[in-house]
């Protein structure tokens, strides 16, 4: 008995010594901000860098390594960057926040944000002032105006801009051969839009005329708001406390997607439907023409599918307009901040400026067709040949809006999508499912 | 007196292990559930988080997009929609299956039971195709009849009872199982007490089997509505809870709330209606099957 006995304790020691272990280890060596302050030589320094999957993606141009990386730990002795795997849009959100939630032990000192997060972060403390830094910076006057004030919420300066996107019209030119239509010249007005469609829908049979993303995600009004700002509405007010989108240019471009699903030219499918599952079907042939997407084709080319077969199948250009409306496009991206508890703040900010520099940034701006969001980078026009639509992504740069930055953007758009969605399905017409919206926001942004 | 002591602890110490393991993977996130239903987690804040009372069910409750009500209704519908489909195509096949050898009988529920072993986001996936409105099968079965294509996933009319099916499909294979077991135990003489009294097949069925594996057959409803009641992956699969919030039940928006939201609180106060709703039913199951266990005894 006593033997059994003894045999069960062992076993329970064993197996207790099994659990413990996550308790009574010390913590793990991590980022830089769980490292104590002290930035000289003697103290190692790490810093870092948590990153979107395609910057730091094997076997294509990276903006972070190895020539920014080399120079700045070189110039830098005891530092260290650590660019920590790369994850996908959402992931890299939820890893941000979580980071902040001291369930992880984690965090970065410097994160690649989606620029729609930025009012989000700021209004939750994630990200560190850099009022200070932008005061020094001989590049600031390199950052295009426009873009460097984006960056300013509750007047400081909050992030660094990393790269642009522009919103496009993308067309198959295979199927309009189909359809006997110019496969180099896509809608240029909703009246050729609606007479393409027509004609696709006529001649190719089992193709999607127009597609556009409607499902509950972000993408549905993102693609959405380059219709509503051409035909003069707006997301939000000027001091972005009301809803702005349920004026008549807003039910205008709202009942463009209307019209298109009611006349048999969009699938109702759409409603399942995100950017990337619309743009996969453009690139296989099963829809013709997509009102808008980032205009990323090139970068993000399907297996099978080089430069050449690229340019001579998909076909890009500004969204179609309107009657009386005038040329608008939306421009997304990608920003840099420092994470607030970061105590290599400096260190990062260094980090930051020479990988955003423009020189370091063009080579990837073109593997990837992404505009330049600094002047240098824009001025280097020959740079970007191997993009066959830089010119109308430059175009769309001319006319580009930015969604508002504000704190409750993620929640705003889930009402703004969901009264889209009202109309598309035919429970509300245009106007009263955006004049619902439009309530809800308002009492979502009132103080 | 000392080995006696350590004698009637064995069990316990045995206990421990499992027991400490039930504590921090069941217990545990279940306490905390109702903890964090009670604050105002979000995934960016875990600790250090305010009490907020009952403020996340009012929320949740109070919702308009989507309604509660509906959720409730959209997650009704596919339930019992799954427990009766389940149930019928189980049963129905357990008892003819019961009707062939033995042999046969054995090769035919392992084909049988083949969707209940695969993952349900693979079926969530294959249905999608199915269902698909310019190349799945259903469009195209129904197109030889002169049907025009139908949009089975994105209309609000088809989207609903297309899930069902593919959920059906997915779950009968344990109804089928429990009842095929229930019916291997029906005492063969009041099998043959029926025929030699001259009932039918049917008759048999309905006045004699049915009865004598009722209690089973609970179980299997339990098994079958509670599944239906907890199906996510298969859903998100489909249809992501959409058209317009048409399929989304309380599964989805507890996903929604927490993992998209990152409202953990409010996600967090959907589990807690949705476990107090399966408690509800199981505590409803054992007390239906104590009654029928009485009358057997």
């Known amino acids: 008995m006593n033997k059994r006995l003894l045999a069960l304790l062992s076993v329970m020691v064993i197996a207790g010594g099994a659990c413990s272990p996550v308790a009574s280890q010390p913590p793990a060596a991590t980022g830089g901000a769980s490292q104590p302050a002290a930035t000289t030589a003697a103290a190692p320094v790490t810093l870092t860098v948590w990153a979107r999957n395609y910057t730091v993606e094997e076997g294509r141009i990276q903006p972070w390594a190895p020539g920014p990386k080399t120079a700045f730990e070189a110039a830098h002795p005891g530092v260290t960057v650590n660019l920590a795997e790369g994850v996908g849009s959402s992931d890299q959100f939820n890893r941000i926040e979580l980071s902040q939630a001291g369930a992880v032990t984690d965090k970065p000192d410097i994160f690649q944000l989606d620029n729609i997060w930025l009012g989000q972060f700021v209004d939750e403390g994630i990200t560190a002032n850099l009022d200070s830094n932008y005061a020094n910076w001989a590049d600031k006057a390199d950052i295009v105006p426009a873009y460097a004030n984006s960056t300013i919420v509750k007047g400081s300066q909050q992030a660094v801009w990393f790269y642009s996107d522009i919103r496009l019209m993308v067309w198959n030119k295979d199927v309009f051969k189909k359809a006997g239509l110019d496969p180099e010249k896509g809608p240029t007005t909703w009246a050729e839009l609606f007479a393409d469609a027509a004609a696709i829908k006529a001649k190719v049979p089992g193709v999607s005329p127009v597609e556009f993303p409607a499902s509950s995600e972000e993408s549905t009004v993102d693609r959405f708001y380059s219709y509503l700002y051409m035909a003069g509405s707006n997301i939000l007010n000027a001091d972005n406390t009301k809803a702005a989108f349920n004026d008549a240019g807003g039910v205008k471009a709202l009942q463009l997607y209307v019209d298109l699903v009611k006349q048999g030219y969009t699938p109702k499918a759409v409603l399942g439907e995100t950017a990337d599952d619309n743009i996969a079907h453009i690139f296989s042939g099963k829809a013709g023409i997509m009102l808008a997407t980032v205009g990323d084709g090139l970068g993000s080319l399907p297996d099978g599918f080089d430069v050449t077969k690229f340019q001579s199948t998909i076909g890009a250009a500004l969204p179609p307009l309107c009657e009386g409306c005038t040329p608008a496009s939306t421009a997304g991206g990608w920003m840099l901040a420092i994470n607030a508890d970061s105590p290599n703040k400096d260190l990062a900010f260094d980090y930051i400026s020479m990988v955003t520099d423009g020189k370091n940034m063009v080579p990837f701006e073109v593997d990837r067709a992404r505009i330049p969001v600094r002047t240098s980078g824009l001025a280097q026009a020959d740079a970007f040949k191997a993009d066959p639509y830089f010119a109308a992504e430059a175009d769309a740069a001319k006319v580009a809006h930015f969604p508002p930055f504000i704190g409750k953007y993620t929640s705003m758009i889930e009402i703004l999508w969901t009264g889209m969605q009202k109309a598309i399905t035919g429970d509300l017409s245009a106007q009263d499912a955006l004049d619902q919206a439009a309530d809800k926001v308002n009492t979502l942004l009132a103080p | ?297």
């Open chain 2, 1 to 297: 007196m000392v080995r006696g002591a350590f004698g009637r602890a064995t069990p316990w110490l045995l206990l421990v292990f499992p027991l400490l393991l039930l504590f921090l993977f069941l217990l545990l996130p279940y306490l905390l559930t109702f903890y964090y239903s009670t604050t105002g987690a979000t995934i960016g804040r875990l600790l250090n988080v305010k009490e907020v009372g009952l403020k996340n069910f009012q929320a949740v409750l109070s919702s308009d997009a989507p309604e509660f009500i509906g959720v409730l209704t959209v997650t009704a519908i596919f339930t019992v929609g799954t427990l009766l489909g389940s149930l019928a195509l189980g049963t129905g096949l357990a008892l003819a299956l019961h009707t062939v050898r033995a042999g046969i009988r054995s090769a035919l529920m392992a084909v049988y039971l083949i969707p209940w072993v695969i993952a349900a986001v693979v079926i969530g996936y294959t249905w999608r195709l199915m269902f698909d409105p310019a190349i799945g099968l259903a469009n195209t079965a129904l197109g030889a009849f002169g049907v025009s294509p139908i949009e089975w996933l994105t209309d609000k009319s088809t989207a609903m009872a297309a899930l069902v099916v593919a959920n059906i499909w997915a779950g009968y294979g344990i109804v089928l199982l429990v009842v095929s077991g229930a019916l291997a135990n029906v005492p063969p003489n009041i099998i043959l007490a029926a025929q030699v009294d001259g009932a039918s097949y049917a008759r048999t069925v309905r006045r004699v089997i049915l009865p004598a594996i009722r209690p089973t057959f609970l179980l299997a409803a339990l098994v079958a509505l509670v599944s239906g009641l907890n199906t996510f992956d298969l859903i998100y699969a489909m249809t992501r809870g959409g058209p317009l919030y048409q399929t989304e039940t309380m599964a989805l928006e507890m996903y929604r709330l927490t993992i998209l939201k990152g409202n953990i609180g409010q996600g967090a106060s959907v589990t807690v209606i949705l476990f107090t709703i399966s408690l509800a039913l199981a505590i409803a199951y054992v007390v239906i099957w104590r009654r029928e266990a009485r009358k057997w005894t």
